[in-house]
């Protein structure tokens, strides 16, 4: 079991950044991968940012260049900084860890910390 606690969200106006922080605890984070998805009103959940344990990352075409997720194996931690945040941001942030071992995928989310970028 895995729990995931995020924090960072908040008011920010356009252009502004912000860094999220999701810790977990329960289990080493070390050996799974982890994600940042998104929720905005009448949407559904979409991925944002993804880093495998050994590292690579990927990204939404929407936040490529803005967005950097990155992890701390030795704090427990993953962390999304957003940078020339957009209106179009403004989202519930979820934080995600997914293993799959012998063929069964575990998967754990954070309640969500919400993001609103607005003037």
């Known amino acids: 079991q895995v729990q995931l606690v995020e924090s960072g969200g908040g008011l920010v106006p356009p252009g502004g950044s912000l860094r999220l922080s999701c810790a977990a605890s329960?289990?080493?984070?070390?050996?799974?991968?982890m994600g940042w998805h998104r929720q905005a009103p009448g949407k559904q959940r979409e991925l944002v940012a993804h880093?495998?344990?050994?590292?690579?990352?990927n990204y939404a075409d929407s936040v490529k260049g803005r967005f950097t997720i990155s992890r701390d194996n030795a704090k427990n931690t993953v962390y999304l900084q957003m940078n020339s945040l957009k209106p179009e941001d403004t989202a519930v942030y979820y934080c995600?860890?997914?293993?799959?071992?012998?063929?069964?995928?575990?998967?754990?989310w954070g309640q969500g910390t919400q993001v609103t970028v607005s003037s």
């Open positions: 329960g289990s080493s984070i070390s050996i799974y991968a």
């Open positions: 995600n860890a997914q293993r799959t071992r012998f063929g069964v995928t575990y998967e754990y």
């Open positions: 880093i495998t344990s050994g590292g690579s990352t």
